[in-house]
């Protein structure tokens, strides 16, 4: 997870992913709206300098990394049809049905509603008011999918309208993203945003951590398959999450620690049936590894305030310190979605409407 989305520059590597990945959508259907979209956007370019039919290429194949349905594929070709096609609402419905014309619709008018209320409401409050114009959350997935893909045009990391695009995605689109659990979207919104909005510290971090974020992943599907073959000797069903922090997360760390003193540039979170079995799990970690006794907390025995559960401990994968997160599935549910998740433990005020 983390890592930056590879472009498309053709329709034929959106179908051999597709193909490839054994998605079960008609390929035909979506290729039309490929087809329609090239032709009605024939020598268009975006305010980046891009073809705009490539902008609509790689949304359709970020949405393809979470959702495989033709509708939504179709739609995020078609999302500036509207805008830009020179056709209306019926041209499109006519071709490629209802469904698909209101995802379109929905995108051109959360587009609107994030325009009309940029200047006059906090980032917290238009997050909400764009999530709750979403009448299909398909739609807000194409939303995303359009700012990470115009975030990704580096050479033009310095216009004004980049910068304003990058606020909103930091602000408005990865708290969407969080509530929605697309931790993926989320960090790549992050990441994408930061090196366009603190450049210098953006390269600083980079520096720091000395390893790409791929050579990272590497080493998380390294230890999480070590860690699975423990819990799976020991007779332990556990559910493994592991990921490799990434550079916005490092850099909001970096605010209260030094960088050497950070311990989960890779972390791992095992997630078990009962909070006996947490126990056991902890003790077949610390029977395997070296351990950080200064790093060691039991938020199951003391929870924190928010009410907060988990067991938290660092340690030593070869030379690489590791954190490890332990709970149970209802742990998981009141720390990410309950309202631990929305307290002050997390970086987002409280949404109990959400």
């Known amino acids: 997870m983390g890592a930056m989305q590879k472009t498309i520059s053709s329709f034929k590597e959106l179908k051999e992913k597709l193909e490839a990945n054994e998605a079960k959508v008609d390929i035909g259907f979506v290729e039309e709206a490929y087809t329609f979209a090239a032709k009605i956007h024939k020598g268009q370019k975006t305010p980046q300098g891009r073809k705009r039919i490539e902008h609509l290429l790689n949304t359709a194949n970020i949405i393809s990394e979470t959702i495989l349905d033709e509708e939504t594929l179709a739609a995020a070709l078609l999302h500036e049809s509207l805008f830009w096609g020179n056709v209306n609402k019926r041209d499109v419905e006519r071709l490629f049905g209802k469904e698909v014309t209101k995802l379109v619709e929905q995108h051109k008018n959360e587009k609107r509603v994030e325009e009309t209320n940029l200047e006059s409401v906090d980032w917290e409050l238009l997050s909400q008011i764009v999530l709750a114009s979403a009448k299909d959350i398909r739609s807000i997935f194409i939303r995303i999918a359009t700012s990470i893909d115009s975030l990704g045009g580096s050479e033009f ?34 990441d994408l945003a930061f090196k366009i909005l603190y450049r210098e510290e953006y390269n600083q971090i980079k520096e720091l951590v000395d390893e790409k974020i791929a050579q990272r992943e590497k080493k998380v599907v390294a ?33 209260r620690t030094q960088f050497g003193e950070i311990y989960d540039l890779l972390g791992t979170r095992v997630i078990c049936d009962s909070e006996a079995d947490c126990y056991k799990a902890l003790g077949v970690i610390n029977s395997k590894y070296s351990s950080l006794a200064h790093k060691f907390r039991d938020y199951i025995a003391e929870p924190k305030k928010n009410n907060y559960k988990s067991i938290h401990t660092v340690v ?10 332990i709970r ?4 998981h549910w009141d720390n990410e979605v309950g309202l631990a998740a929305h307290w002050q433990y997390k970086e987002f005020k409280k949404d109990k409407y959400f």
């Open 223 to 255: 230890i999480r398959s070590e860690i699975e073959r423990l819990m799976k000797k020991d007779g332990l069903d556990v559910f493994i999450q592991a990921r490799a922090k990434h550079f916005y997360s490092i850099f909001k760390k970096l605010g």
């Open 328 to 331: 149970t599935w209802k742990m």
């Open 316 to 325: 030593l994968f070869g030379k690489q310190p590791v954190e490890l997160q």
């Open 157 to 190: 990391l310095q216009s004004s309208e980049m910068k304003k695009r990058a606020l909103i995605a930091l602000n408005v689109y990865a708290p969407i993203c969080h509530k929605l659990g697309l931790m993926h979207y989320e960090m790549q919104l992050e």
